[in-house]
């Protein structure tokens, strides 16, 4: 996999063609897509914000561009008249290039150089053409996103305040106000409403569920836990980008492109898993955060101080409970984390008709400490893990996880039945 570098560095590594080095990744070096991908990548770090935004827009950008010259699906958002012999790669470069350019100006010289040096490679007329083309794709997109409901910076928002009820999420640790309230008016991608897919209700504080998911993580969740294997330490930190650059959205994009390669997928079908993926991202987690402020549910360090307030008998407190992680600033249900690996997964398995393709991931890691490497047999079994990590972190009860992958699966089953359609 690609160590987290330098944008500039990276540049020249993927211009001059090298790949991501997966054990079944082809010998061939990225397609234009998968590149501009690896570019975007450099700009962000693991929590999530404004790559939530440019990663499906570039990439709906860079499909409609393609689109339009070999004309396979129907548009994902506009069909722009294509000179015949125009170049598709250029037509994707130059969408992803004036997409990238408008959300991240001051790297604008940057883009203009891998813009530059991968129109090199290509007869300038065709270019021409492509890039003609790649304008007019980026342009509707950015139209079409300009008031979207995105907020310049996250901030957190001291107005969301619940009373100190049992079960009402507090803040953790004390004075962090909530993050991401704002989610829910944003303009999805391809949802109708950020309540399309919202789950059901959580379990009830007097419930068996409630009783049995409490126990599991107060055992294997907390920082000090002797139940929990050092693997399941090791895997909750490293997907939580513990010591790692690598976050949820890294992950899930180099997958995408390894398989992409790995599966010889043309320019076209690389593009299209790549707006799969990061429309079901972008779309999934919106519905997991409507979830959690549509029913304000508390987090397992709340719950678990707390017992001795849920009327429940079964539930024992423990005031000193403090979980491996950190606890984030939001309520608990719907799972994040279930969610993103979820739309991911199956978006990977729509766009390639199967689920058991394997591959590999490697962490690089910071403060001197071993890489670490995972094989995986299928896509699935990776949004399993990454759900399971968050119990083990002690972050949050599996029904968070299960409500989120019913769910936000069905986000790229939306997606995948409503645009980007053979013709």
Known sequence: MVKPVRLAALIVALLTGLHTGAPHASAQPPNVVIQWNQILQTLFGNPPGPQLRALPMMHIA??????????????????????????AEAAAATAARDVLAALYPAQQATFDKALATQLARIPPGLAGQGMAVGRQAALAVLEWRQSDGWPAAITPDPTYVLPPFPGLWQPAPANSPATFTFFSQVVPFALLT??????????????ARYVADFNEVKLLGSVTSVARTPEQTLMAQVFAGVNTTIGFFHVWNIVAGDVAQSQGLSLIDTARLFVLVNVGLHDGLQTSFTSKFVYGLWRPITAIQRADEDLNPETDPDPTWTPLLGTPPYPTYAGNAACLSAAAARALQLALGRDDVPFSITWARTMGLPPVTRDFTGFWQLAEQQARSRIYGGIH???????SQAACAKVSEFTD??????R
């Open 62 to 87: 860079m499909f409609d561009a393609i689109n339009s010259i070999e004309e396979v699906y129907t548009p994902y958002r506009v069909l722009v008249q294509a000179s015949h012999g125009a170049s």
């Open 194 to 207: 950020s309540t399309q897919f919202l789950p059901l209700a959580p379990p009830t504080l007097t419930s």
């Open 397 to 403: 009860f599996q029904f968070d996880s299960d409500a």
């Open 417 to 422: 039945s409503h645009f980007m359609r053979l």
